[in-house]
């Protein structure tokens, strides 16, 4: 065992690192982009393989990270330092945090943008404005949206400043009351948008959508997608994990944590899927119509139900709040870092790195209108930081990171710090060793050849 301590603070229980740890996982990538990727890559064999992904590559990575934090007790640079030398290994290995707080800022600059739609569909939900509308008149309120940088701008500088107002306060005060009580409640209102979706009438559609399996419609670019997703969704490969792991009790058992929140973050965006495709289909609906999905069709049902300006009001508050918990697990990677590195104080950390996520949302916003014909590899700034993200960074750091714990780490050290049973790890180990960077490397080579 291990006997340092994190200079920022430590998660009250286990408890309260599951509910950290499952408030980043679940964000706007199970409600927002799952449903909208899935529709985009024609449903069931794409979220097949996202599950294969979640279940051999996920899981192991996500394990691998929490111990190289909880081992380390510092920001993801600096844990990765000490564990490889107190395992004989390059010091190089710190790249992989390095290149996880860029990659952290890149998806802040487009996740922001997005939590803002959300915030102000929960105002318009709120003043009633989708009270019996459809699909139509909802589309066009979105398009609408996406034409005017000045409301977006506003909604993307209030959430900024929301995430950094807790980060700043740090992981007791700040992350940790954040978490608690909003999780819970998110779970209850997704329920009940799922409950509209099966009286709907057109929930065997979506079930058939999502779940039969058409080996035709699985393209390169499709597996590519949902492996990268796996990483997204599940906040690997760019040393959130890590951080949160760092503040992760001694007790707590690393392995049977992992998979509880793997099986939850999965659960809600299973969850938000068959909540949203009943009602792409009973209104005829091109489920591949991207981004916009979840914002078309949410409105009108929540707009066409008994209560459902409350609850529509309700859900796209914590749908918001979800956003919120993700979004601050994207920004304390790099500002304990910057803590740990240049002896500033949070608040100097986070004006400086609120203020560079800030400006990457600018520009990600300004992508659907005013900027909308500079182009970087022919996709526009927004769908340019989803891709090299999600697509690019995330499943390499995780590779990388895969290899670091099973190869560099010591195996009496990953054994120790895990426990788990010895068959558990040898497994993990293989896992880690072999098939998740080989199924990573195979898909990125995969994708080059195309
Ligand atoms: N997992 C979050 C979501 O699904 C996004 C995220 C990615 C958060 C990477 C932190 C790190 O919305």
Redesign the pocket.
Known sequence: MSDKKSIHGIWASRWVFIMAATG???????IW?FPYITGVNGGGAFVLVYLICVALIGLPILMAEIMVGRRGRQSPVNSLIDVASESNGSTLWQLIGWVGAV??LL?FGF?SVVAGWILEYAVEMGSGTFNGSNMEQVGNIFNALLADPGKMLIWHTIFTVLTMAIVVKGVNEGLERGVRILMPILFVLLVVAFGYGVSSGHFADAWHFMFDFEPSKLTAKAVLSALGHA????????G?MIAYGSYMTQKASIGSTAVLVVFL?TAVALIAGLAIFPIVFANQMDPGQGPGLMLVTLPVAFGNIALGQLFGTLFFILVGI??WT??I??MEPSVAFVVEKFKLNRLQACLVLGGLGWVLGVGALLSFNKGSDILIFGKNFFDFLDYVTANIM?PLGGMFIALFAGWVVKTRISREEMSITPLAHQLWLILVRFIAPVLVLIVFIYNLLQ
């Open positions: 980043s996982a679940v964000g706007l990538g199970n982009k990659a952290g998806i996740y990483f997204f969704t599940l906040s690997l490969g760019m959130t973050d979800a956003a993700s979004s697990s994207l995330l």
